[in-house]
């Protein structure tokens, strides 16, 4: 994992405040958080915002979560995964893949576009459920944690129940903790 975390700072996918523009640190998304000592780039060559990660580095993260989720002699934990929109999707639909196949089915959310330029996890957009299944939900980076209880609420609405949320990088900024009190 050593290795791993050594390659994600190699390539670009993690830079300090030093790295920054002005030095002092990284803006996010949402202005009224503090300016992050730490930068993360999960995102791929082909996103519309071109990141770091090659298809190469996503299966070998994807490996390393799969291990993490699969419990061969255990009965199954969750019917489908599905991935918060949009980062967290080729992590979740590797993960998919990678389960033997009838054990999982992949859900795929939506996103809609809000007046302002915001957007908002809204919808299903592909495969097959029933009231009652059990989720598996990936993130690729939990910060405050907004569109991961976006993604929940949609599953909620289609009357199912996430199980687990497997997030690859955890930003310790809150994310979590909102996520536990939901």
């Given at each position: 994992?050593?290795?791993?975390?050594?390659?994600?700072?190699?390539?670009?996918?993690?830079?300090?405040?030093?790295?920054?523009?002005?030095?002092?640190?990284?803006?996010?998304?949402?202005?009224?958080?503090?300016?992050?000592?730490?930068?993360?780039?999960?995102?791929?060559?082909?996103?519309?915002?071109?990141?770091?990660?090659?298809?190469?580095?996503?299966?070998?993260?994807?490996?390393?979560?799969?291990?993490?989720?699969?419990?061969p002699?255990?009965?199954?934990?969750?019917?489908?995964?599905?991935?918060?929109?949009?980062?967290?999707?080729?992590?979740?639909?590797l993960?998919?893949?990678?389960?033997?196949?009838?054990?999982?089915?992949?859900?795929?959310?939506?996103?809609?576009?809000?007046?302002?330029?915001?957007?908002?996890?809204?919808?299903?957009l592909e495969?097959?459920?029933?009231?009652?299944?059990?989720?598996?939900?990936?993130?690729?980076?939990?910060?405050?944690?907004?569109?991961?209880?976006?993604?929940?609420?949609?599953?909620?609405?289609?009357?199912?129940?996430?199980?687990?949320?497997?997030?690859?990088?955890?930003?310790?900024?809150?994310?979590?903790?909102?996520?536990?009190?939901?």
């Amino acid at each position: 994992q050593i290795q791993l975390a050594r390659r994600l700072f190699e390539i670009g996918v993690i830079k300090d405040k030093t790295q920054s523009l002005n030095g002092m640190g990284f803006a996010l998304k949402n202005p009224d958080l503090p300016l992050s000592p730490v930068y993360i780039d999960l995102g791929m060559p082909y996103d519309p915002k071109p990141g770091p990660v090659t298809l190469e580095l996503l299966r070998e993260i994807a490996e390393r979560l799969f291990q993490m989720t699969w419990y061969p002699t255990a009965l199954p934990r969750y019917q489908h995964i599905a991935g918060v929109p949009r980062g967290g999707e080729p992590y979740a639909r590797l993960l998919y893949e990678m389960h033997p196949k009838g054990h999982a089915s992949f859900l795929r959310l939506g996103k809609e576009e809000l007046p302002g330029g915001e957007r908002r996890v809204a919808g299903i957009l592909e495969g097959e459920w029933t009231r009652r299944d059990s989720v598996l939900l990936v993130e690729d980076v939990l910060t405050t944690g907004q569109s991961t209880r976006e993604a929940i609420h949609v599953i909620e609405s289609h009357q199912m129940n996430v199980r687990d949320i497997l997030v690859v990088v955890d930003r310790e900024q809150g994310g979590a903790e909102r996520l536990s009190e939901q």
